[in-house]
Structures are given as structure tokens and as C-alpha cells.
């Protein structure tokens, strides 16, 4: 099954961009995922083809009209496909939803511009998922869509080339990825960690478990959070953390 990604852009010419070259650009060029752009400005039914107007209410800038919206979003969607639009109102992504995004027939992703949609859209159109990609604020909505993208498609069957690659990974287990180390053995006084070289792989299982729940706890305290309020891991959790990882 092709994984089909149509993004609804002012912008097509920024796909698939970076996604036509490494991994990504590899799978587009074997057919297991496929990109096709919408230009929402030919949805506009004016002369001057406009695709947004002045706040409601007054206000800086351009909202994105949701009459043009709603007739270059009718035009693709209705085939099962999850439809996303970028907005920093959104919620955030999670690795969760790529995941899941990634096992499906693919996505529509809307993007954004200005200072944002017409929230009539949404009332309209409640099968759209509203996602941010992080609490940030973009120029537009293209550079979150590409992103997301790259994060479905990594994931897509046949795209890695072992089958494991994407499972012990930051936020695959609700936790950050351990750290990694490679040759040479010392470099600038700095050696790899005993463990990892013990051959021992009880003992480095232990040590990247113990390393992943100590900088989640430390850099990511609101993953932490919820990791040990999952009653399963709570209480290795909350005892790893309080242990320090063997070196």
C-alpha cells in the first residue's frame, strides 16, 4: 500500500523538498509513498484570485478564507485518509500519531498562512484535526507539514531498511532515547562507557533503560510526568531514577 500525502499549500512549489532526496526521496522514487500538491489559490473565485482578507473585529494582519478552504479541501478529501491543519492553536504531535498516521493510507495536510483560518472551518469541517508542531510560531504552515511527513514516511514499511530500526527511539516508549556512542574508543580524554563494551547485553539493556529515564527525568520532566503516571512503569520508573547508570 502507497502511503499518499496531498498537502493544501499557497507554497506547492516547497514539495517535496527536502523529502526528494536521502531515505524519503529513495521511497517517493520506489513508489511507496506519493506527494501531491493542491494550490489553494485556485479555489478562489474571484479576478484576483484572493484567498484571504482583513480580521474580523480588527486586528495585524490576514486570515485565510474558509470559503476558499472548504472548496480546495472538498475537492480531495471524502477517501479515509486523516486530515490535519497546521496551526500553532493545534495540538502538539506525538510520536503516538505518527505512528499511527504511518500505518494508514496516508494524510492531508492543510497549511497555513497569515494569521491563520477562519475558525468557521473547523465548525464546518470537524474531521479536521488541528496540529501544531511544537510551541512554536512558523511563517506557514509548509516547513510543520514536511516534518510530520518525514516522520510518517521513516515509518512506513520498507523505508528503513531493518524492521526495528524506529523502535527504540525517543518517545517510542514514552521516554527519551538513550545516548549513543561510536569509535574511536577515547576521544579528547572521553572513553565509551565500560558497559557498552562489555559484550554484556543484560547489562547494556539495564544501562540504556536506566540512561533513558534519567534524562527523561532531568530534560523532560513533563514526559517524566507522564511516564510514571502510567501504574505499569511507575514503580521501576521511580526506582531507575533515583539510581545512577553504570559507567
Known sequence: ???????????????????????????????????????????????????????????????????????????????????????????????????????????????????????????????????????????????AALAILDACIRLVPGVMGAPSSGEEESFEHGLLEYPHYTRPLTWEGRTIPEVLRSGDHARIAAWRKARSEEDTRSRRPDLWERYCGDPVRSASGAQRANEEPDQ
Open 1 to 143: 500500500m502507497t502511503f499518499a500525502a496531498t498537502i493544501l499549500t499557497l507554497y506547492p512549489e516547497m514539495f517535496p523538498g527536502p523529502l526528494g532526496h536521502s531515505l524519503a526521496g529513495r521511497a517517493l522514487t520506489e513508489g511507496k509513498w506519493a506527494c501531491e500538491t493542491v494550490q489553494i489559490r485556485d479555489f478562489a473565485t474571484d479576478r484576483h484570485r484572493t484567498v484571504d482578507d482583513t480580521p474580523a473585529g480588527g486586528g495585524a494582519g490576514m486570515v485565510l478564507k474558509c470559503d476558499v478552504l472548504a472548496r480546495a479541501l472538498d475537492r480531495v478529501a471524502g477517501d479515509g485518509r486523516p486530515i490535519l491543519a497546521m496551526t500553532p492553536r493545534g495540538k502538539p504531535i506525538t510520536q503516538t500519531r505518527i505512528r499511527a498516521l504511518a500505518a494508514g493510507p496516508g494524510v492531508i495536510i492543510l497549511c497555513g498562512r497569515f494569521e491563520g483560518f477562519d475558525e468557521r472551518l473547523f465548525e464546518a469541517r470537524p474531521e479536521i484535526e488541528q496540529v501544531s508542531l511544537a510551541d512554536i510560531v512558523l511563517s506557514g504552515g509548509e516547513i
